[in-house]
């Protein structure tokens, strides 16, 4: 039997179909489970009884499990089990516009950026749709209250496991499931360009961020394994191609690494290799971990990064910092978990 939260509402209204029923009883029972958060199909009450039947023998409502909580003043990170045993994160932030999560979507992480906790942990799995549907269900269920936005940005990379990821932006962006607006949603790549080719067909008003970290191949070559695949001029060229036809903005992830990619040269070179595109880069203050041998850029470096992108015309913000008073780096929870 397949989880519920696998299907999309275009899914159900296709397997109602198949049953000789109306596709509205799909609506029916995307309302029970996403707006009244009812998830026994005997409770919903206006289901008739031999339809329950059939849903019954053909689908399951299991849950993932909060295994850990930690929290902060500013955010909450997640530590779920997955029915196999296996562990993944997310991370709730505290906005002054709202609240946003940071979803996994996969099992750890082939993609071996030197810099990154969850890529320390080589990939087990895919997750399945419905493992990261439950991520938002739980923890609006927690802190009892909607989720404003979502980032698909925790362990895994979301382009690896594209058609599952589709399918959940689907779900949670569906007036009738979770109804998180398209612009509130983000995907982040380290670059996958096939995937952001076929991103830009899927005719959907949701954010794509690009996690460049460097502003030359030779660095980028160095410390994200994926750019010796899809190099840095092909990933730009994506991207003007991708803005051109979507007309949607691109954030560019930064994370500054001290004595890597934090210098002034690179600052002027990453506003020249950005100049004139629809997109803002985002400074990330690196969040240093006990296993990877990468330090945190001082403030007055990232100020002074950030400053020679704004003279030269560069949209840039510098990420606050979350989660100082627990494990808030992608991966860290989950790696402590594991023993690894």
């Keep these: 039997m397949n989880n519920i939260f696998n299907y999309k509402l275009s ?31 005997e409770k919903m009450t206006n289901i008739k009884k031999d339809l329950i039947k ?27 089990k997955l029915a196999d045993n296996n562990y993944i994160e997310a991370v709730l932030m505290y906005h002054n516009y709202g609240v946003s999560v940071c979803v996994s979507s996969q099992v750890g992480c082939n993609m071996g950026c030197r810099f990154c906790e969850s890529g320390r942990l080589k990939k087990v799995r895919n997750l399945e749709t419905c493992e990261m549907v439950e991520q938002i269900l739980l923890i609006e269920e927690d802190i009892k209250r909607r989720i404003d936005s979502v980032v698909i940005m925790g362990i895994g ?53 690009i996690s460049l970290h460097a502003p030359n191949n030779i660095i980028r070559d160095a410390i994200m394994p994926i750019n010796k695949v899809y190099n840095l001029d092909n990933l730009i060229n994506t991207l003007k191609e991708y803005i051109a036809k979507t007309n949607r903005r691109v954030t560019i992830e930064y994370v500054t690494l001290k004595g890597v990619n934090d210098s002034n040269e690179c600052a002027l ?36 990064f950030y400053d020679i992108l704004k003279k030269n015309k560069i949209n840039v913000t510098i990420r606050r910092e979350f989660g100082s008073n627990i494990d808030a780096a992608c991966g860290q929870l989950r790696s402590k978990e594991v023993g690894k």
Aim: a positive charge; hydrophobic letters at 40%; proline letters at 2%.
């Design 11 to 41: 899914d159900l209204k296709q397997f109602f179909l198949s049953q000789n029923e109306k596709e509205y009883k799909a609506i029916q029972v995307y309302e029970w489970l996403y707006k009244k958060r009812v998830f026994d199909f």
């Design 54 to 80: 059939i849903l019954k023998m053909n689908f399951l409502v299991n849950f993932i499990t909060i295994e850990k909580k930690q929290i902060d003043k500013d955010a909450r990170k997640y530590l779920f």
């Design 157 to 209: 990379e979301p382009f690896d496991n594209y058609d599952n990821v589709m399918n959940f932006v689907k779900i949670i962006n569906s007036d009738y499931g979770i109804a998180i607006g398209a612009r509130h949603i983000t995907i982040s790549t380290c670059g996958i360009i096939p995937k952001i080719k076929m991103l830009m067909e899927e005719k959907l008003q949701i954010n794509l961020a």
């Design 269 to 304: 070179e990453l506003a020249n290799l950005l100049k004139g595109m629809n997109v803002y880069v985002n400074l990330i203050p690196y969040n240093e971990t006990n296993n990877l041998g990468f330090a945190k850029s001082s403030k007055n470096t990232i100020k002074t």
